[in-house]
């Protein structure tokens, strides 16, 4: 059975960074799409970047492009968030989940997801 064990989330001002992992475990990590999303108190969760299996194709939701930096290490079977010049509009539970069936951005496309992290941007 995959499990995903999401670690990395905190408490930074705004302005700051912090790097999201998420390990994989009981199934074939390298042939994964992977996916981030996060979920706001009292909001949907929402599609943050994805990336492929092989780590050559990315995609980034506007509120992240130019901030964060999606990437993957199959060898430690683990998927990267790097969030740089974070925002108090950040702030959620960050959820990394396996693609699979279509849909990139589509949280309903994904059938396996982590606990979550939860990262928490002051002003």
């Known amino acids: 059975q995959v499990q995903l064990v999401e670690s990395g989330g905190g408490l930074v001002q705004a302005g700051g960074s912090l790097r999201l992992s998420c390990v994989a475990s009981g199934g074939t990590f390298s042939s994964y799409d992977m996916g981030w999303f996060r979920q706001a108190p009292g909001k949907e969760r929402e599609f943050v970047a994805a990336?492929?299996?092989?780590?050559?194709?990315?995609v980034y939701a506007d509120s992240g492009k130019g901030r964060f930096t999606i990437s993957r290490d199959n060898a430690k079977n683990t998927v990267y968030l790097q969030m740089n010049s974070l925002k108090p509009e950040d702030t959620a539970v960050y959820y990394c989940?396996?693609?699979?069936?279509?849909?990139?951005?589509?949280?309903?496309?994904?059938?396996?997801w982590g606990q979550g992290t939860q990262v928490t941007v002051s002003s």
């Open positions: 989940a396996i693609r699979t069936t279509i849909g990139t951005m589509n949280r309903r496309a994904y059938g396996y």
């Open positions: 990336i492929s299996w092989s780590g050559g194709s990315t």
